[in-house]
């Protein structure tokens, strides 16, 4: 399997600006998170669905976040309007479903966005 | 609510030297404790997992970590790193019936020739 798949790798925008983040998961696995990594506040888990129905969007920083999953083989981020503080490397995992051994989180490479 | 604590932000280490990581947690109810290792420019990739069993876990690339439930620790070691050793190191912990992954901040390792 090619693993998680993210892209853009890398995405430079401006003040105001939509940005989309995409995401395809690993073939079969029923749950997707999308994290935010930042030097100040770590890895933080933004939010997670399973079976593409969103289940915990506490993390969501705020309502210019919103996150979709249309289908099993695909999820979105988006930022609008995007802000400087948004700056950060957003990381997609999924896995397989519940129980012990099945549900590890396998990451994807992540995008960096940079927003001027 | 889980929490978890990695100590050193950075270890720097000569290659062949031992190095060990702490990675210590706070949960009230059982836990599944992870080693993530992050190579520069990468996403995150599973070095190692305690689920069940054995306390003592290892990777196959010579890291090992140890769960021990009463200091509520989950140390990673590994008695001779190389240079390709160099990344960061997360720790994170999943409540057992849960979904949700809790990261530490992080330990970078940098090996020095």
């Known amino acids: 399997d090619a693993g998680v798949i993210q892209s853009p790798r890398h995405e430079v925008t401006e003040m105001g600006q939509e940005v989309t983040l995409r995401c395809k998961p690993i073939s079969g696995h029923d749950y997707l998170f999308w994290y935010r990594q930042t030097m100040m506040r770590g890895l933080e888990l933004l939010i997670y669905f399973n079976n593409n129905v969103p289940i915990d969007d506490s993390g969501m920083p705020e309502d210019r976040f919103s996150a979709k999953m249309p289908n099993a083989s695909f999820s979105t981020l988006k930022i609008q309007p995007s802000e400087p503080r948004d700056s950060a490397v957003y990381f997609c995992?999924?896995?397989?479903?519940?129980?012990?051994?099945?549900?590890?989180?396998?990451f994807g490479a992540g995008t960096r966005l940079s927003v001027l | 609510a889980q929490s978890v604590t990695q100590l050193d932000s950075q270890v720097p280490v000569f290659e062949e030297a031992p190095v060990e990581l702490r990675c210590n947690y706070s949960?009230?109810?059982?836990?599944?404790l992870f080693w993530y290792v992050q190579y520069p420019n990468q996403g995150l990739q599973l070095l190692l997992k305690?689920?069940?069993?054995?306390?003592l876990v290892e990777s196959i690339n010579g890291f090992e970590a140890e769960f021990n439930k009463s200091q509520t620790s989950f140390h990673l070691r590994k008695p001779s790193v190389h240079i390709s050793d160099t990344a960061e190191y997360f720790c994170a912990v999943r409540k057992a019936a849960g979904n949700k992954l809790t990261f530490g901040g992080g330990t970078r390792v940098l090996v020095k020739p």
């Open positions: 995992a999924s896995s397989l479903g519940a129980g012990q051994s099945k549900n590890i989180q396998y």
């Open positions: 305690y689920l069940s069993g054995s306390t």
């Open positions: 949960s009230s109810v059982s836990v599944y």
